[in-house]
T-cell receptor, first 115, second 112 residues
Framework: NAGVTQTPKFQVLKTGQSMTLQCAQDMNHNSMYWYRQDPGMGLRLIYYSASEGTTDKGEVPNGYNVSRLNKREFSLRLESAAPSQTSVYFC??????????????FGPGTRLTVT | SQQGEEDPQALSIQEGENATMNCSYKTSINNLQWYRQNSGRGLVHLILIRSNEREKHSGRLRVTLDTSKKSSSLLITASRAADTASYFCATDVPGSNYKLTFGKGTLLTVNP
């Protein structure tokens, strides 16, 4: 199993450009999450998808959109990138809610710089 | 808003020593989880403790939970250089639909 994979690993954008961050998991998990990590801020939830076909906003959703393409894939889109979106982005997935253990499994991250 | 806060922000110890990190949170929880993040990598789950548990062990890790004080501690015994990483607590709050709220982390450096 590859676990959670993210593409790309690094990206540099100019202000106003758009891009989509891709995430896929092969663990048959129902729930998927997008976080951003900034120095001194810990991880903050951008959007999450509790199950296929549903998405909900997290703590910092402004400037982002998501798509739960199928059970495996959850993408994050920046429509018009801003320097404030410079960050490391992590995708995560977890087992079906309600089961005994539902720790989250994280991808390796995408380091995004917006100039 | 930050639910969990780790303390200290940074900790430097010698190999073989024990490392203790603390996490305080603000509201009642379903469970509390600890994660480790090596530099430049994703987070890795270490241990989960439920709100009705007081202590849990996993290898060299010992986690305690005091719901009356809204705090948890992570003890790493006989630390190794490979334990050098950032450690985060994350809380699952009732009604949050299983979302986790992460603290800002403790950076642990274990010197050989």
């Amino acid at each position: 199993n590859a676990g959670v994979t993210q593409t790309p690993k690094f990206q540099v954008l100019k202000t106003g450009q758009s891009m989509t961050l891709q995430c896929a998991q092969d663990m048959n998990h129902n729930s998927m999450y997008w976080y951003r990590q900034d120095p001194g801020m810990g991880l903050r939830l951008i959007y999450y998808s509790a199950s296929e076909g549903t998405t909900d906003k997290g703590e910092v959703p402004n400037g982002y959109n998501v798509s739960r393409l199928n059970k495996r894939e959850f993408s994050l889109r920046l429509e018009s990138a801003a320097p404030s979106q410079t960050s490391v982005y992590f995708c995560a997935s977890s087992v079906i809610p309600g089961q005994a253990l539902y720790e989250q499994y994280f991808g390796p991250g995408t380091r995004l710089t917006v100039t | 808003s930050q639910q969990g806060e780790e303390d200290p922000q940074a900790l430097s110890i010698q190999e073989g020593e024990n490392a203790t990190m603390n996490c305080s949170y603000k509201t009642s929880i379903n469970n509390l989880q600890w994660y480790r993040q090596n530099s430049g990598r994703g987070l890795v789950h270490l241990i989960l403790i439920r709100s009705n548990e007081r202590e849990k062990h996993s290898g060299r890790l010992r986690v305690t939970l005091d719901t009356s004080k809204k705090s948890s501690s992570l003890l790493i015994t006989a630390s190794r250089a490979a334990d050098t990483a950032s450690y985060f607590c994350a809380t699952d709050v009732p009604g949050s639909n299983y979302k986790l709220t992460f603290g800002k982390g403790t950076l642990l450096t274990v010197n050989p």
